[in-house]
């Protein structure tokens, strides 16, 4: 039995493995938190449409800007509780006010904040 596939299938196929590499790639790099290393598997500007997420309107960056964005380094405290010597629960504490620094949420803090009503 022979089997053939047309080119377009092939295309579509490479495409696709493109593709899935290049979110490997993506993954690990952001895992390994190599920054250098991530912006190059962007173009020079970079559409961003982050709106569903938290609103405002898209907008377009520089390669740097964009995975800036994904930056953060705040100290936190690991807690572990142990069961039998494995990892029953792990919980992260992050320094709050780093984090809303580095967000740049500090130096406005009560325009975020509204008072419960009552």
Known sequence: ????????????TKDRVTILELIGRLVLLLDARDW???EQLFTDRVYSDRTSLIGGEPVTLSAAEFVDGWRMDAPCCDVFRLKDGKIQR????PEGSVILSQLGV?????????????
Request: aromatic letters at 6%; one cysteine or more.
């Open 90 to 93: 792990f919980d992260c504490y």
């Open 106 to 118: 500090l130096p406005n803090l009560g325009a975020v904040l509204q008072p419960l009503p009552g």
């Open 1 to 12: 039995m022979t089997t053939t596939t047309s080119d377009s299938t092939t295309t579509a």
């Open 36 to 38: 250098s290393a991530l």
